[in-house]
């Protein structure tokens, strides 16, 4: 079974510091990975996805990740946090099962961003 | 125009309690889920259906019974509910395709005291 994990549940990042957010996979196929972010008392909504037509990702609001092989993972970026940023953030793969597929998220990162 | 809609938003109920959630989306998706979120944010499957046919079932209890009236609708019946069945659970959908993502509704809030 697929998985992945994301290191360090919460994060906090001044104002227009770096956001590195990270997400490491266990799959033996290639994988279809995602990143999502959920504010507060909102649903999951897509900021990018890895689908193997180029490494590094670029999403919504700023955000882009690199896929890296060799490491096993799907770090997320982004340059310059804003405080409309804080929120939680999901990676998740999907995996093949019984006839459909399904997506196993990680356990999330709360990010607070600092003023 | 709300791709994926649950309702209720919120429901507070008591425990041995018959609840339903109803979710609709339309995107013309094949597939439907319900993910359930607990109070560490951890998001977990619970079913999947794909065009009105039940395809996944995590190991959940029988007292949670999907239903499937249509590909756009995917509902949500829990009985005798219990204080461990609060949480937040979240409808989805997405296009039978590895590459595609899911498009997730607001959630609905559960709270059995």
């Known amino acids: 079974a697929q998985s992945v994990t994301q290191l360090g549940s919460h994060v906090s990042v001044s104002e227009g510091a770096l956001v590195l957010l990270r997400c490491n996979y266990s799959s033996s196929v290639p994988p279809y990975l995602f990143w999502y972010v959920q504010y507060p008392n909102q649903g999951l909504q897509l900021l990018l996805k890895?689908?193997?037509?180029?490494?590094l990702v670029k999403g919504i609001n700023g955000f882009e990740a690199e896929f890296k092989k060799s490491e096993t993972s799907f770090h997320l970026t982004k340059p310059s946090a804003h405080m409309s940023d804080a929120a939680e953030y999901f990676c998740a793969v999907s995996e093949w099962t019984s006839g459909t597929y399904k997506y196993i998220f990680g356990t999330g990162t709360r990010l607070k961003v600092l003023a | 125009d709300t791709a994926v809609s649950q309702t209720p938003k919120y429901l507070v109920t008591q425990m041995g309690n018959d609840k339903s959630i109803k979710c609709e989306q339309n995107l013309g998706h094949d597939t439907m889920y319900w993910y359930k979120q607990d109070s560490k944010k951890f998001l977990k499957i619970m079913f999947s259906?794909?065009?009105?046919?039940?395809?996944i079932n995590e190991t959940v209890p029988n007292r949670f019974s999907p239903k499937s009236p249509d590909k756009a609708h995917l509902n949500l019946h829990i009985n005798s509910l219990e204080l461990g069945d609060s949480a937040v659970y979240f409808c989805?959908?997405?296009?039978?395709?590895?590459?595609?993502?899911?498009?997730f509704g607001q959630g609905t809030r559960l709270t059995v005291v």
């Open positions: 259906y794909n065009n009105k046919e039940l395809i």
């Open positions: 890895y689908t193997s037509a180029a490494t």
């Open positions: 989805a959908s997405s296009q039978l395709d590895q590459n595609t993502e899911a498009f």
